[in-house]
């Protein structure tokens, strides 16, 4: 069997002396021959095991590590894979933290002097990376991601208040849709939706390339088909609660008309009226075209009348719940708000 001492084999795998000597110690790598005389000889085994201490040590993995692994005959496919996902991270990291300095330097070059408030800002973006790898966001790529910190350091109140709002919906802790719970996440949802709708009305504001505008846009599409990553369960209460919250507005809305029969629609009250009314027409499109938004209505309208139409012949059509249009049984009401928005 062959055999080398201490200091050939060192020669050999260029680990040094001392390093083996410290592997021996903490039980790493003990020799499997000593001499009375207490010279290490090493097996081709040993070098076996040598071997794969240094290729464990150069993918990251600590000594202590290395030894558990060693010892409990781990997988060592599963310990490179779980490696290769931290050095994927890592890598992430470094990029983000050298393309910080490159911008950093590249001020420097031009104002010769370090702006510390400039730096604190990039620390906090590169902490904002960090932080989305772990929220659905971090399945965007990496333009989108960079649009979404670029929203996410505009608007970090409405971001974090709507992320904490989906985590309690998924997570059922919130009571009835149709109480107070509801009402307080949709109007969260809301200030999330008129956030993004400013957000993108200022980036279309701003002259960009026709491949940025294009970015742009696909990323203001995920946010609005990936923004609300609710589960099925968590759609389901949301949507009830966004309902109710739309039917309880429609309502007070008919109130305030009811309350000022006598004013002129045409005056003050006709001018706040007809914005109340515009400010709900508003929230259901949220942002989208209101020519798409209407015309998707009145497509969906005549579907259903056909479908009543042909149910006339064997069934009843199911009538709308009187209570909650209650704005619509009410002529006078209806032509007063018309007044108004005619003239405001």
Known sequence: MAK???????DLTNVSVRMLHHYDKIGLLIPSMRTSNGYRWYSS????????????????????QIKTM???????????????RMLQGQVESLRLALDALDIVLEKYKVSNSLDWKH????????????????TWAGKLNEPQQERYLEFMEKYPREL???ASAIESINGMQLGSPEGPEGERVVKTFLEFSKALIKWEEK?????????????????????????????????IWFAKA????????????????????????????????AKKWRD???????????????????????????????????RPSVPMIESDTKLLHDPMALDWILKALKTH
């Open 203 to 235: 980036n279309k504001s701003q002259k960009l390339t026709q491949s940025a505008a294009s970015d742009l846009l696909k990323m203001v599409k995920e946010f609005k088909a990936k923004g609300i990553p609710l589960s099925s369960e968590g759609s």
């Open 119 to 134: 730096l604190i800002e990039l620390i906090e973006r590169y902490r904002m990376a960090e932080e989305i790898k772990n």
């Open 160 to 162: 974090k208040d709507w």
């Open 45 to 64: 085994l040993d070098l076996v095991k040598l071997q794969q201490i240094i290729a464990l040590k150069f993918f990251g993995f600590s000594l202590s």
């Open 280 to 314: 709900l027409v508003a929230e259901h499109d949220i942002g989208d075209s209101k020519d798409f938004f209407f015309g998707t209505m009145l497509l969906i309208e005549s579907a259903r009348g056909k479908v009543e139409l042909q149910n006339q012949i064997t």
């Open 242 to 273: 966004l309902i109710v919250h739309r039917l309880r507005c429609w309502d007070q809305l008919h109130k305030d008309i009811t309350k000022n029969m006598n004013a002129d629609p045409e005056g003050e009250a006709g001018k706040k009226l």
């Open 4 to 10: 080398w001492r201490i200091k050939e084999i060192s």
């Open 70 to 84: 060693l010892q409990q005959k781990l997988s060592i496919q599963d310990g490179l894979s779980a490696q290769q």
